[in-house]
């Protein structure tokens, strides 16, 4: 990049940064109040622990790894839901400046008001749009932490090929520390390896001039494509260690077991969103939108707006497309549309009869291929090349406002970016009314914290009831959300994994909703929870490594009142009694089959904190690499002025 253009965007980038604040704090306003994000997939707790489940080695999937550890070391030092709520912030707001540097990158900017123009308009559709506000609702914070990398890693990846040795060693750096971000979560780490070896793969930047001479040090090239992969592959390798670790682990101790259910492709597969219907599937991911849960999709998605919406958007994205049309980057650009415009068509076949066929197939038969069935989450590899198009999109507006005039009257340049950062809010206009309504947070009732001074430092482990994840507790508006036991417990916490999904199905052009239980893997809890309920007595629970039992009085679902339970609770020792919470002890000696061994402890504690440590190390590398490079870059100028 040019002085010039750095000039541009260090004197927008102020601006470009407050109104990505003010944007996350609309979304997010509810998050403001007092209380704990539990909402759907979101459970965010005062404190939690370091448990099997947590480092990936218990009895569940490692679906939440590392972010369980990750949140389980912090929130020693500071509340649980706090660092869940600074986490979605900085997530989305990272988010918008990552798309708006992604836009500065591929088309310079050449004064200020270009640049601010490109950063706002990138960073608004970056940040307002249906993916966000959907996952947001569904409760996938820490996915969203992930698509916040994204941008990152696009810019990092395509600067790895710049001149300047320096610019080369610090993009490295910051990919490999955004790569470890978006590794939040499996699916993300994911997201962030296929991503990185597109920006790498991509063909070279053609370089300015200007750029060149800026570079003080371009004598060394940069690796050759197969190299730049092979670094990636390497660090992604890094990055998803702390999840492969425990899956391998699973596979090798249950067998077919560990397989996931094939039912879940149909009930998580995308779907055409309001009147688009089941023919609509492609144009609603395009959009952005699709998300498997019609429960979670905002009002004005479900009307005929939505065709505005998105006659709008791909209008905008056109004018993006066409203002490349003679930039010296546009054949990186139309090759990475057109990448995203297979993917998109890839990803709607998995949603029709033949694509769940094939999927279904794929998870019966090869283990993990679960990650891949909820396949709307993936249209967040997209947000990247949107947000460049959208950037461009603002550069044409801001030139065309200058050079012409529209009835005789020139246009005000401010005044025509700011429609379009409004009409990109227009949108989805109702995204801070669907966020007030599903984002409360709630205060968890003094019962659990008695439960927990009950439990901490025993052996043995704890079986929950009612079966299955999801409770609906009054607290929580009716919403059905995960069962926060198991991050609240100090101790490793049995529950049968099944998981309900409530379908929404299109017959004869009218909406049909159906109920399909995804069987979950944790074949132990499933031996519990049969236990428990069919009368075996304390020392069959005491075999399968059970210690406490917790019965959740919860509005739904309910647990059993019949007599083959109420002869197993007899055999247990009452511990407390509250309105929410009883909380049973299990009698005799408890087995310790179940526990994990001392090496798979070790491992799983190593490859954490290789995660963790190329997050910081990555970051604190480019920091020291961009101030040393400014010193050099200082002491030229100097040399020579």
């Avoid at 206009?429 to 439990?455: C, G, R």
């Avoid at 417990?489 to 929404?504: Q, T």
């Avoid at 309920?533 to 059970?546: D, F, I, K, N, Y």
């Avoid at 290789?610 to 690499?625: D, E, I, P, R």
Wanted: proline share 6%; charged share 15%.
């Amino acid at each position: 990049m040019s002085r010039r253009a750095l000039r541009s965007v260090n004197a927008a980038l102020g601006w470009v940064t407050l109104w990505c604040v003010v944007l996350t704090s609309v979304l997010l306003w509810p998050l403001f109040k007092r209380g704990y994000l539990l909402t759907r997939d979101a459970v965010s707790t005062p404190r939690s622990y370091i448990t099997p489940s947590a480092l990936g080695i218990g009895d569940t999937s490692a679906r939440a790894v590392p972010q369980d550890a990750f949140l389980a070391i912090v929130s020693q030092f500071m509340d649980g839901g706090l660092a869940v709520k600074i986490l979605l912030f900085l997530a989305l707001i990272l988010a918008g400046l990552g798309a708006a540097g992604l836009g500065w990158y591929f088309l310079f900017p050449g004064t200020r008001g270009q640049a601010l123009a490109q950063g706002l308009v990138a960073a608004t559709f970056a940040i307002w749009n249906p993916f966000v506000v959907e996952r947001l609702l569904q409760g996938h914070w820490s996915l969203l932490v992930g698509y916040g990398a994204l941008p990152w890693i696009g810019l990092t990846g395509a600067m790895v090929m710049s001149p300047g040795r320096y610019t080369r060693l610090t993009a490295w750096a910051a990919l490999a520390a955004s790569m470890a971000v978006a590794g939040f979560t499996p699916t993300g780490a994911v997201m962030g390896i296929i991503f990185a070896v597109i920006s790498v793969g991509l063909p070279k930047r053609p370089i300015d001039v200007a750029e060149l001479r800026l570079a003080i040090d371009h004598t060394s090239s940069p690796l050759k494509y197969w190299q730049r992969v092979l670094v990636v592959l390497g660090i992604g390798l890094l990055v998803t260690l702390p999840w492969l670790y425990p899956s391998f682990l699973q596979v090798s101790h249950n067998g077919p077991a560990s397989l996931s259910d094939s039912a879940g492709i149909s009930a998580f597969a995308a779907r055409g969103e309001g009147p688009l219907g089941f023919l609509g599937t492609f144009f609603s991911l395009i959009s952005l939108g699709g998300i498997w849960n019609a429960d979670v999709v905002p009002a004005s998605r479900s009307s005929f707006f939505v065709f505005f919406a998105l006659a709008l958007q791909l209008v905008l994205l056109g004018v993006g497309v066409w203002r490349f049309r003679r930039s010296k980057t546009r054949r990186l650009v139309y090759l990475w549309a057109g990448a995203a415009l297979v993917a998109t068509v890839v990803i709607t076949f998995f949603s029709y009869p033949f694509g769940t066929h094939v999927a279904m197939w794929l998870v019966e038969h090869i283990p993990g291929a679960g990650l891949f069935r909820d396949t709307q989450k993936w249209m967040a590899l997209m947000m990247p090349i949107y947000a460049v198009l959208m950037s461009a999109c603002a550069r044409a507006v801001y030139e065309f406002s200058y050079r012409h005039k529209v009835f005789g009257a020139r246009v005000d340049a401010r005044g025509a970016i700011a429609v379009l950062c409004v009409l990109i809010i227009v949108m989805l206009p109702d995204a801070p009314l669907a966020t007030s309504k599903h984002l409360q947070p709630v205060i968890y009732s003094s019962s659990w914290n008695e439960i927990i001074k009950a439990v901490e430092g025993s052996n043995g482990d704890m079986a929950v009831l009612p079966a299955g994840q999801l409770r609906v507790f009054d607290r929580t508006g009716n919403r059905p959300v995960l069962d926060p036991s198991s991050r609240l417990m100090p101790v490793e916490v049995l529950n049968a994994d099944d998981l309900p999904v409530h379908m929404v199905r299109a017959v004869d052009g009218q909406e049909e909703r159906d109920t399909v239980v995804v069987a979950g893997e944790n074949v132990r809890a499933h031996q519990v929870e049969w236990a428990l309920l069919q009368g075996a007595p304390a020392g069959v629970l005491a075999s399968l490594g059970v210690r406490w039992v917790l019965i959740e009085n919860v509005v739904a679902p309910k647990v059993p009142d019949t007599l083959e339970f109420r002869n197993t609770l007899r055999g247990l020792e009452p511990v407390l009694t509250a309105p929410d919470l009883t909380l049973y002890r299990v009698p005799g000696i408890v087995s310790r089959d179940y526990s994990p061994t001392r090496w798979e402890w070790a491992f799983a504690f190593t490859f954490h904190i290789v995660w963790l440590l190329l997050m910081v190390v990555g970051y604190t590398a480019m920091t020291w690499l961009i101030v040393k490079d400014r010193k050099r870059a200082a002491e030229a100028s100097q040399e020579n002025p």
